[in-house]
């Protein structure tokens, strides 16, 4: 009986220890891409992504310019810079179903070139590409974790 | 949202502290002004030289004398763990906590095993996303999705023509 309440607790504890850190706010990770057809470089930072790109796109190089985490609370706002004199400005809203909704909105020169409001899947990662960028294009990769 | 207003909030929106309206507006405002841009930009690199400043007074502090302080510490601490258990075998409850312990370091292993992939183990990933709603002002909008991880690009066909 002893041995069953000491378990119980234990288990208690970790699920309270767990359960504090929801509440904190969500880690937003920016990682800013620069996708060319010069060379065939492909950053070895970015290999976890190498399936999607492989897919999605028929660019033969990729790098990563820039990469960002930060920490923010619901219902407030952060704003990135992104290459090419952008801003990426990223509100989280809520926690619902594993799922993280927040508004993502990327500017440039003054308007918006996409604002919208998605629920990505927690830990989940959505692209944004398509800005020109030097010889190639931009691809924003938004990951959001939260724990 | 003229300049004064976004002067007065540049500080909180370096910061991140702004809420999500005010953020947007003033980010918007930064990328069609040129002298809040040129301000912002300004503040961001003495916010840099100060975060390199104190970088580099952490980094002057000699830490070599902190472990064995936290060393000696632990020691001491040890007296009444020990002291705790001797008295508990005195009345009969050594078997009992000793159980207890073990049952909860097995419960703590459980939970790690559950929570930690082995080693190599392929790691599923699943990038799904619901749009619930979308504005550009770019010239079009291009939205593909990869159906293995479910990874989901929005794509901008921009020629610059706002500008």
């Not at chain 1, 706002?77 to 909704?101: C, H, N, Q, W």
């Not at chain 2, 009992?96 to 790691?123: E, K, S």
Request: aromatic share 6%.
């Amino acid at each position: 009986m002893r041995l069953a309440a000491a378990a119980l607790v234990a288990a208690a504890l970790l699920a309270l220890a767990g359960g504090a850190a929801a509440g904190d706010g969500v880690a937003v990770t920016i990682g800013s891409v620069l996708a060319t057809d010069a060379g065939r470089e492909f950053d070895p930072r970015l290999v976890s992504m190498k399936p999607q790109f492989d897919s999605l796109f028929r660019y033969s190089s990729y790098r990563l310019m820039k990469q960002e985490r930060r920490t923010i609370r619901w219902g407030g706002g952060e704003s990135f810079d992104i290459p090419g004199g952008r801003y990426l400005v990223v509100a989280p809203k809520e926690l619902r179903d594993s799922k993280v909704t927040m508004d993502v909105m990327l500017l440039e020169g003054g308007r918006p070139l996409v604002d919208t409001t998605v629920a990505l899947r927690n830990h989940g990662m959505l692209l944004l590409g398509g800005p020109k960028q030097q010889e190639g294009v931009l691809i924003i990769a938004i990951g959001a974790r939260a724990e | 949202m003229t300049c004064r207003e976004a002067e007065k909030l540049l500080d909180l929106f370096l910061d991140g502290e702004l809420e999500a309206r005010p953020m947007r507006t003033v980010a918007l405002h930064v990328t069609r002004c040129a002298s809040c841009e040129a301000l912002l930009q300004r503040q961001e690199r003495l916010q840099d030289a100060i975060a390199e400043t104190y970088a580099e007074a952490v980094a002057e502090v000699d830490f070599t004398t902190f472990w064995p302080g936290v060393a000696a510490r632990m020691t001491d601490r040890r007296r009444p763990v020990r002291t705790w258990l001797s008295r508990a075998r005195e009345i009969g409850g050594g078997r009992a906590a000793g159980l207890a312990a073990a049952a909860a370091i097995t419960v703590l292993g459980i939970l790690w095993v559950w929570r930690v992939p082995p080693a190599g183990a392929p790691v599923r990933t699943d990038n799904q996303v619901r749009i619930d709603s979308l504005v550009s002002e770019s010239r079009s909008v291009a939205l593909l999705s990869e159906p293995e991880s479910n990874t989901t690009v929005i794509w901008v066909i921009d020629d610059g023509a706002g500008e």
